[in-house]
């Protein structure tokens, strides 16, 4: 089992940068493949980003490429997402996510963190 703890969100106007980061327990991080979510209000939770248990498929939903990366430390068991180019409709709520077989479905997805705060001003 995997606990998951993110942190990084908060208020940024439009063009801006942040970096959320998702720190798992355990000592079997490098089993799991991890994702981003996100969710607005009053909208479907929706697919952000994947990585592989050690890096070699990321994947990324069209609304972010070029935009969002993400990157993992199996060391220090944390995945990042660096955010750039921040726009109003990337406000949500992120959340992180493992499971040991990779995907971007969330409904396959066993272990999720609390969710952090993401809010883009125009």
């Known amino acids: 089992q995997v606990q998951l703890v993110e942190s990084g969100g908060g208020l940024v106007q439009a063009g801006g940068s942040l970096r959320l980061s998702c720190a798992a327990s355990?000592?079997?991080?490098?089993?799991?493949?991890m994702a981003w979510f996100r969710q607005a209000p009053g909208k479907e939770r929706e697919f952000v980003a994947a990585i592989s248990r050690y890096g070699g498929s990321i994947d990324y939903a069209d609304s972010v490429k070029g935009r969002f990366t993400v990157s993992r430390d199996n060391a220090q068991n944390t995945v990042h997402l660096q955010m750039n180019s921040l726009k109003p409709e990337d406000t949500a709520v992120y959340y992180c996510?493992?499971?040991?077989?990779?995907?971007?479905?969330?409904?396959?997805?066993?272990?999720w963190g609390q969710g952090t705060q993401v809010t883009v001003s125009s």
């Open positions: 355990g000592r079997t991080f490098s089993s799991y493949a």
């Open positions: 996510a493992a499971d040991r077989d990779y995907g971007m479905e969330s409904r396959a997805f066993d272990y």
